[in-house]
């Protein structure tokens, strides 16, 4: 019976405080207004308080980096409660462009010609009437580059773009960054639902319903870029045999490790694995990955390396799937991603004196 009253009162104390910090923010914010008019159970209620709703694991490679984290970034520290009714991995994944809302952003485009005859496009949002920062000299700027496939239009993009316009930044939009060590401008980094091994998480989407869900799918994307410029490809590929890709490790065999000049498909998916490169991170960078991440399974998610880093932290929750994170009733304005970007950019700017020499 002690177990139990216990158990009980747990139940009872994380209800309390799930429904204190959601439901006052209301039915189309991140709360839960009318969880109990919806007629939760009790024990689907007790099942989601005890194994769906936990706080995130934060580990850091240095003490300094880690209480910097705790004491400028609350929500490092707080439970997550994803979303009751679509906290299963594979649905916050699929859910995540159309239940949130895309902030109307309008970009300022400026294209790069490179020396080989190439170009670069970037994506400008100057946020020109920034109060916070109305000097565009000493305004700061915020770096964000989509993931595979993705573009300035994505959504999970767009709410980082309004995070940082609310908070009076300027934005720059591209699709690489180079290296440069210590003598990068950059003042931090952060990063989300990182596949941290190439090969583990070709091998996670290879499964049936993964392989199904968003395999076919991100394949069909990467063949619909290379159609575009056919007429400039064919005469370097066999684009047709790229064209009968069913997978994304067809297509990297077929296309990707060839075009990048890799003796094999294995030789490619070893330089493009984050996590060779994380013992030389020299810029402050905090990590978010979900344990259920069909795109970075668990088991590949690099916890041993960044304990080795004094300027990497990472803080990993039970749920969100890949770039998902939804919480509340209707997620509709903002997620858990959301708020981790948004408090530990403008920690970086505003209290980036606490980062300086991570290693002490």
């Not at 006052?24 to 194994?51: D, E, I, P």
């Not at 240095?62 to 994803?82: A, D, I, N």
């Not at 990063?191 to 799918?217: H, I, M």
Request: hydrophobic share 35%; glycine share 6%; charged share 20%.
């Amino acid at each position: 019976m002690i177990s139990l009253d216990f158990n009980f009162n747990i139940w009872t104390r994380d209800l309390s405080h799930y429904l204190e910090n959601q439901v006052k923010v209301g039915l189309f914010g991140s709360g839960v207004g009318l969880s109990l008019v919806l007629g939760f159970s009790a024990a689907y209620t007790c099942y989601y308080l005890l194994s769906v709703a936990k706080k995130p694991q934060l580990i850091s490679g240095g003490k300094k980096f880690y209480h910097f984290l705790r004491e400028q970034c609350p929500v490092v520290s707080e439970t997550y409660y994803p979303t009751f009714w679509c906290w299963e991995s594979r649905i916050q994944t699929l859910l995540r462009p159309f239940v949130t809302a895309k902030p109307g952003v309008v970009y300022r485009n400026e294209l790069i010609k490179g020396a080989d005859g190439g170009q670069i496009s970037l994506d400008w949002f100057d946020n020109d009437d920034s109060a916070s920062h109305p000097d565009p000299a000493a305004r700061p700027t915020v770096l964000l580059l989509p993931g595979l496939t993705g573009t300035s239009r994505e959504s999970y993009i767009l709410h980082m773009v309004q995070q940082s316009r609310d908070l009076g930044y300027r934005m720059m939009l591209a699709n690489y960054l180079g290296r440069k060590g210590r003598k990068t401008c950059l003042k931090g980094v952060i990063v989300f639902s990182a596949g941290w091994d190439v090969f583990e998480c070709t091998a996670s989407l290879e499964k049936p319903l993964d392989r199904f869900l968003f395999n076919s799918y991100l394949t069909s994307c990467l063949q619909a870029s290379v159609h575009r410029h056919r007429p400039v490809l064919e005469k370097c590929y066999d684009i047709d045999h790229i064209m009968k890709a069913k997978t994304i490790r067809e297509f990297d065999e077929r296309f990707t490790s060839i075009m990048f000049g890799y003796p094999t498909n294995d030789d490619y998916y070893h330089d493009a694995s984050p996590v060779h490169k994380l013992k030389s991170v020299q810029v402050p960078m905090l990590c978010l990955n979900a344990a259920d991440d069909v795109f970075s399974p668990s088991h590949a998610i690099p916890v041993e390396a960044v304990k080795q880093n004094p300027n990497l932290a990472m803080l990993i929750t039970c749920h969100g799937g890949h770039i998902g994170f939804l919480e509340g009733l209707w997620p509709r304005q903002s997620t858990y991603m959301d708020r981790v970007y948004r408090q530990f950019t403008k920690a970086v700017f505003e209290q980036g004196s606490g980062l300086q020499d991570l290693s002490c």
